[in-house]
């Protein structure tokens, strides 16, 4: 059995680093779009990585579960690179602090329980994160203290509490576009 690496997001990046750290290692490669992923498995195929394209939902504690006993399955996991995401370009606040907070939580918490010793992973972020003023250390705290089941449900994290403007241009851009 190989060792195995999980690789959420089937985009450019998650590509690029498991080319570079997954040479050897089953990849395991999921993605809410199975066509994206089995797309990327391909070609990774071709260029002489063991890759396995994996339908799953990074929004769902139960999807992330059901990969990580499929990646189990398979030999130890060693690796974790979470590239999934959403921005606002693409989803809603709501979606975006489901798939992006929360889904990264339960992703990190449940591979945190089974990795190997030694096992390493990394999360990349967007640019968009930047956008939105400091949270400050009470938030902060809040943000890494809180259970995950119940981020979602913290005050600050209310959709009519957070204010990006990019958003708020898409917003009205939808709207002038229905008129």
Same mark, same amino acid.
């Given at each position: ?6 690789? #959420? ?41 063991? /890759? ?25 996991? $060693?690796?974790? /690179?979470?590239?999934?995401? /959403? ?7 709501? $979606? ?9 939580? #339960?992703?990190?918490? *449940?591979?945190?329980? /089974?990795?190997?010793?030694?096992? #390493?992973? #990394? $999360? ?8 939105? *003023? ?13 259970? $995950?089941?119940?981020? @979602?449900? @913290? ?10 403007? @990019? ?13």
């Amino acid at each position: 059995m190989k060792d195995v690496m999980i690789v #959420v997001g089937a985009g450019q990046i998650s590509m690029a680093i498991a080319r570079r750290m997954g040479y050897g290692k089953k990849i395991i490669l999921g993605d809410k779009n199975i066509d994206h992923a089995l797309s990327i498995g391909k070609i990774m195929d071709e260029a002489g990585f063991d /890759v396995e394209a994996y339908e799953m939902d990074l929004s769902s504690r139960q999807s992330i579960l059901d990969m990580i006993a499929y990646a189990k399955s398979l030999g130890k996991i $060693t690796m974790l /690179v979470n590239g999934a995401g /959403v921005s606002p370009s693409q989803a809603s606040i709501e $979606t975006i602090l489901k798939v992006d907070l929360f889904g990264t939580a #339960v992703l990190l918490e *449940e591979v945190g329980k /089974v990795i190997e010793p030694g096992g #390493v992973g #990394v $999360t990349i972020s967007s640019q968009s994160g930047h956008r939105m *003023e400091q949270l400050g250390a009470k938030k902060d705290r809040l943000l890494a203290m809180t259970p $995950t089941e119940e981020l @979602l449900q @913290l005050d600050f994290l209310q959709p009519d509490q957070i204010h990006d403007t @990019l958003h708020a241009y898409q917003l009205a851009k939808r709207c002038n576009e229905k008129e």
